[in-house]
């Protein structure tokens, strides 16, 4: 039978390696599931900037309108020319992230959309607002044109837009699983470790019961005088 002493030595042995065990796990896991987090925050950012993209269209057929409305060409060229420079930036931010095929091929879509519409307003359009004050049919037309190359620009950007959200949502469905299994790992290291400790516990409590209870018989014999000689 093993000793009361070697019982509670392997009682302490087994809880502390449980504890080492439970502690590198925690370590790891939450390391993990802050690496995880910190990737969906940075993807969410990249959503953000392809959504802003995705308006860059939009925002330079303001101008284009105007010119065509007010036709004051001078602010239109400077107003233009500024633009153009603040969506060619956020274009090449786009690029610092940018590695999976689909996205490259959304990112060089839209691009060349923008290069399309810059040579529209640039070499066709103002030149014919330049040339006459009316809204003419030729205008009218390019105008048209010009609103198509607005809507694919609009759509490429809008489906790196999509494909960044998507990964942003496949990283927080990874982080959700990852914390779930955390939380089941951490409750079943625990549970074991209680399950082991409290079956050691009622060994050795039974082995030092069963100690005592035969000292106890010992002395009653010596006691009523029984002790063989």
Request: net charge negative; glycine share 6%; aromatic share 6%.
């Amino acid at each position: 039978m093993l000793s009361i002493r070697f019982q509670l030595r392997s009682l302490l042995v087994i809880f502390t390696t449980l504890l080492v065990i439970l502690s590198v796990g925690t370590w790891y896991s939450l390391t993990w599931i802050r690496a995880t987090q910190d990737d969906g925050a940075t993807i969410a950012v990249h959503a953000n900037q392809a959504a802003n993209a995705s308006g860059m269209g939009a925002r330079l057929y303001r101008i284009i309108a105007d010119a065509e409305i007010n036709r004051d060409l001078d602010a239109s060229r400077r107003d233009w020319a500024a633009a153009i420079a603040d969506e060619r930036a956020s274009i090449e931010q786009l690029k610092t992230w940018i590695d999976a095929p689909d996205q490259a091929a959304a990112l060089k879509n839209g691009e060349t959309a923008l290069d399309h519409l810059v040579a529209l307003f640039e070499t066709d359009m103002l030149p014919r607002l330049q040339k006459s004050a009316e809204m003419t049919q030729d205008i009218r037309d390019l105008d048209g044109k010009i609103d198509d190359v607005v809507t694919e620009i609009a759509t490429s950007f809008g489906t790196l837009r999509t494909l960044a959200e998507q990964e942003a949502k496949a990283v927080d469905g990874t982080f959700d699983s990852l914390t779930g299994t955390f939380q089941t790992t951490v409750l079943t290291l625990l549970a074991v470790a209680l399950v082991v400790i409290v079956l050691l516990s009622l060994k050795i409590d039974r082995g030092v019961s069963t100690g005592v209870v035969g000292i106890s018989r010992s002395l009653q014999t010596i006691a009523r005088g029984e002790l063989a000689a």
